[in-house]
């Protein structure tokens, strides 16, 4: 069966975009060639787990990466998906293929030294733009909030009594983390230039953090906030508010945290998800194990 009709699903109706679709082409072409040269098979209607192995091994072979695998095989998944709802095969051949392990990648994070340094900035609270710049970051890295979860912040969650700040998580699940009382003088302060400035624009909405123009903030204006401001102090190269995010847990944890409290904090659905950041406080004992100890 031509790859033209699968790709056709794709785009027509799976809805693909045009980037996804090109990666599909790539993978596809290449396992054809492949079975080509090597079974002289013209189409996949043929082929057993056996070619597919085989196809993995040599990709192996030439030292590409588990990720880049992974995908190949999902790929080659979909397109024999698409073959059985098509009626052209029974069974799919990739029962009793599996994936490569990809090595887990773990959280880049900046040092609380280094964050020290981004909130010791000097704050000109009589500028809108840079006190909201400067809460996006003092919010991110005292809560662990997530970038959608602080385009979202209400006024209404904010508690100067409670010192808490109310966040809307994944699946709508609500959640009060606690902030220092700095932050809520802060805030308090904010509060009321920010409602001078919406009453002057005559506008009238209950997202807590605004642009200049008394308008609530968006997505990529808080990623570029966050990339402006670490890249002052580290080299990493995405710097974007999930390291913020990551960093809050790994301080947390590092300072003795319970890890279960760390995965309200976070909004964890489950403890493994939370989990990740141990391995970074392990990684920073060896360091300093290796450092110290005189048989290291």
Do not use: D
């Given at each position: 069966m031509p790859i033209s009709s699968f790709i056709n699903?794709?785009?027509?109706?799976?809805?693909?975009?045009?980037?996804?679709?090109?990666?599909y082409q790539t993978d596809l072409g290449q396992f054809f060639i492949y079975i080509k040269s090597q079974y002289q098979m013209e189409d996949g209607l043929e082929v057993g787990h056996f070619h597919i192995r085989s196809w993995i091994v040599s990709l192996m072979e030439a030292e590409i990466s588990p990720k880049s695998i992974n995908r190949k095989i999902a790929t080659l998944n979909t397109y024999f998906k698409f073959l059985i709802?098509?009626?052209?095969?029974?069974?799919?051949?990739?029962?009793?293929?599996q994936a490569p392990k990809t090595p887990k990648k773990l959280p880049s994070v900046v040092t609380t030294a280094q964050m020290n340094i981004v909130l010791e900035d000097q704050l000109d609270e009589s500028d809108i733009k840079s006190f909201t710049d400067y809460l996006i970051i003092e919010i991110l890295y005292q809560t662990g909030m997530r970038r959608a979860e602080l385009v979202n912040l209400l006024v209404g969650g904010f508690s100067k009594t409670g010192s808490t700040l109310k966040v809307l998580g994944k699946r709508n699940k609500e959640r009060l983390i606690p902030i220092q009382k700095q932050l809520v003088e802060k805030l308090e302060l904010y509060l009321e230039k920010r409602n001078k400035i919406l009453n002057k624009a005559g506008l009238n909405h209950s997202n807590l953090l605004i642009n200049e123009s008394g308008k609530p903030l968006y997505d990529k204006y808080i990623y570029r906030v966050v990339n402006k401001y670490l890249g002052a102090v580290s080299t990493q190269q995405k710097k974007s508010p999930h390291m913020v995010r990551h960093s809050f847990a790994t301080h947390l944890l590092e300072n003795g945290a319970d890890i279960n409290a760390v995965k309200e904090l976070l909004g964890h659905a489950n403890l493994a998800a939370t989990q990740i950041y141990t391995h970074n406080t392990i990684?920073?004992?060896?360091?300093?194990?290796?450092?110290?100890?005189?048989?290291?």
């Open positions: 699903y794709l785009q027509f109706e799976k809805r693909y975009s045009p980037h996804t679709i090109k990666s709802r098509e009626g052209k095969l029974e069974k799919s051949p990739m029962t009793k293929i990684e920073k004992l060896k360091r300093t194990y290796k450092q110290a100890h005189p048989k290291a």
